[in-house]
C-alpha cells in the first residue's frame, strides 16, 4: 500500500511563494495525484490534479495562474508550487492518489497534512 508524506509548508506574507512536496513511499502513486485544502470551519476543497501518466492537469478556479502541480518519475514525488499567495489560501493542505479522476472522490490513500498561513 502506498503511503503519502507533504512537507513545505509554513508561514508567508500575502504575496510570498511556497512549494509544497507529497512524496509516495511503499509503491508508486496511483494515477492521479490531487492536492486538497481544508480552511477552519469549511469543508475540503480541490485544489489541483496531475495524472501521474501523461502530466496532464487541473486546477480549481481559485488558484489558477497561480498554483502550478507537477510530477518527478525519478523522486517518486508531485510537487504544488503556490505563487501569489493570500490571506484565503491559508488551510491544511492534503495530497491523494486514485486511480480515477478526482471528480469521483475516490482514493487510495491520503497524506498526513501540511499547514499553510498566509498572512496580511
Known amino acids: 500500500q502506498v503511503q503519502l508524506v507533504e512537507s513545505g509548508g509554513g508561514l508567508v506574507q500575502a504575496g510570498g511563494s511556497l512549494r509544497l512536496s507529497c512524496e509516495a513511499s511503499g509503491r508508486t502513486f496511483s494515477n492521479y495525484v490531487d492536492w486538497f485544502r481544508q480552511a477552519p470551519g469549511k469543508e475540503r476543497e480541490f485544489v489541483a490534479s496531475?495524472?501521474?501518466?501523461?502530466?496532464?492537469?487541473y486546477y480549481t478556479s481559485s488558484v489558477k495562474g497561480r498554483f502550478t502541480i507537477s510530477r518527478d518519475g525519478a523522486k517518486n514525488t508531485v510537487y504544488l508550487q503556490m505563487n501569489s499567495l493570500i490571506p484565503e489560501d491559508t488551510a491544511v493542505y492534503y495530497c491523494a492518489t486514485s486511480s480515477r479522476a478526482f471528480w469521483y472522490n475516490q482514493y487510495d490513500a491520503w497524506g498526513q497534512g501540511t499547514q499553510v498561513t498566509v498572512s496580511s
Open positions: 496531475i495524472s501521474w501518466s501523461d502530466g496532464s492537469t
